[in-house]
């Protein structure tokens, strides 16, 4: 028992000393140990950048959570084609051009999906702002009109989604919960809380953009 608990710390330590000298390299370094089958360089590399390319997709996108997963999705990518990237460039440029190809497809699917719609339609709202709204007395007659057609869609859309996607849909969409909120009250796994609400988004995108035409 003793002699496992001595080639457990014996590894532990040459783990964190090898740790510390990846730490100690550049992105080129990590990169050519990662490509040569030194797995820790590449939690060197998400470590070094995690942050950056969140504060980053943050301030593109205006929504942290989402920004997080963007994050998760640009190591996904570079992961998987790092054997590509060209030693010769700066690998700072590559993965920020990555994030940043990835923060402008959310701006844009944004701009297709038909929840912007009603996401943006109070004024002056920040681009994070939920829930969503929907009375506001500037707003003419006409416009007050619209907008309550538009709840009305809503609401009639949102009950045509699956119950374990309608649930969560409302507490982020129209309540403003956060991730973290939803799975304490659902009960729900956090990274289960993402999918369901990804997949609710696209449903409810399908299923609403007839109903606008």
Do not use: C
Request: aromatic residues 8%; glycine residues 4%.
């Amino acid at each position: 028992m003793v002699k496992v608990e001595q080639d457990q710390q014996q590894e532990h330590g040459a783990a964190e000393q090898r740790r510390a000298e990846l730490e100690e390299m550049d992105d080129a370094g990590l990169v050519k140990r990662h490509l040569e089958g030194e797995e820790m360089a590449f939690q060197v590399l998400t470590d070094r950048y995690h942050d950056r390319l969140l504060h980053f997709i943050n301030r593109t996108i205006g929504d942290q959570d989402r920004a997080e997963d963007l994050v998760q999705d640009t190591f996904v990518r570079v992961y998987r084609h790092l054997h590509r990237f060209d030693p010769s460039k700066k690998f700072s440029t590559w993965i920020y051009t990555i994030a940043g190809n990835l923060a402008k497809n959310e701006l844009r699917n944004r701009s297709r999906n038909p929840l912007v719609l009603f996401q943006t339609i109070t004024k002056n709202r920040e681009e994070d702002d939920r829930p969503l709204q929907w009375e506001d007395l500037s707003y003419s007659p006409d416009d007050m009109a619209r907008k309550r057609d538009l709840r009305h869609i809503v609401e009639e859309t949102i009950e045509e989604l699956p119950d374990h996607h309608r649930k969560i849909f409302r507490l982020r969409e129209m309540e403003g919960k956060t991730y973290e909120e939803i799975s304490e009250i659902t009960g729900v796994k956090l990274g289960t809380v993402k999918s369901r609400l990804n997949r609710a988004r696209n449903k409810f995108a399908e299923l609403v953009g007839p109903k606008l035409e």
